[in-house]
């Protein structure tokens, strides 16, 4: 089936501007998990859903960054005011379920540069 | 909270050698492991985890690991490279919020693969 998609693929924007990731999970998957994936920082976690409700944002790294899910199916990573720092790769996954042994998969995606 | 590391950040290989991936843990409770693979301008995929069980498992493209309790270790190992494995990998254990219960991964600092024809 379908795995995790997630658009744009590669997104270039001017610092200040605000920026829209997109994340469709697997179909069926309650669980929808961001990462970012940056040079020095390695793979550190966003945010969390469970259905539409964030349980967890601690790993947002300000209030710049937001994320909402609707339906329980798509969400959407924003981004406000970038800065060049943001510039990294967002990665998306998503799980059947939120458990111990539910296996995360990933989509390929969306490389962030801000200029 | 948990952790994990993986002390090497290039692993050298000739094709048809086997190889082995390092990864370290560090937990309190049980250990919930998982191996991921990221090629260029990839996402992560999934090649294997250790839940409970056998300490060998296995996983996709002819992967294993072997999980080692007394060393906290959860090598990846190949019995023979393929160039085609050349690749960056990241090993990463699942972190449970004892308020929450949220569960997210956290991930080693990533493996770089080469393997040479």
């Known amino acids: 089936g379908a795995g995790v998609s997630q658009s744009p693929s590669n997104k270039v924007t001017e610092k200040g501007k605000d920026v829209e990731l997109r994340c469709d999970p697997i179909s069926g998957h309650t669980a929808l998990y961001w990462y970012r994936q940056s040079l020095g920082q390695g793979l550190e976690f966003l945010i969390y859903?469970?259905?539409?409700?964030?349980?967890?944002k601690s790993g947002l790294p300000s209030d710049r960054f937001s994320a909402e899910r609707t339906g329980g199916s798509v969400s959407t990573l924003t981004i406000q005011r970038t800065q060049q720092e943001d510039s990294a790769v967002y990665l998306c996954?998503?799980?059947?379920?939120?458990?111990?042994?539910?296996?995360?998969?990933f989509g390929p995606g969306t490389r962030l540069t801000v200029l | 909270a948990q952790s994990v590391a993986q002390p090497e950040d290039q692993v050298n290989v000739a094709e048809g050698n086997p190889l082995t991936v390092k990864c370290t843990y560090s937990?309190?409770?049980?250990?919930?492991l998982f191996w991921y693979v990221q090629y260029p301008n990839r996402g992560l995929q999934f090649l294997l985890k250790y839940i409970t069980g056998d300490n060998l498992v296995k996983g996709s493209y002819g992967f294993e690991a072997e999980f080692n309790k007394s060393q906290t270790s959860f090598h990846l190992k190949k019995p023979s490279a393929l160039v085609s494995d050349s690749a960056l990998y990241f090993c990463a254990v699942r972190d449970r919020d004892g308020n929450t219960g949220f569960q997210k991964l956290v991930f080693g600092t990533g493996t770089r693969l080469l393997v040479s024809p």
């Open positions: 937990v309190s409770g049980n250990p919930y």
């Open positions: 859903f469970q259905g539409n409700s964030a349980p967890d």
């Open positions: 996954a998503s799980s059947l379920r939120a458990g111990i042994t539910d296996t995360q998969y």
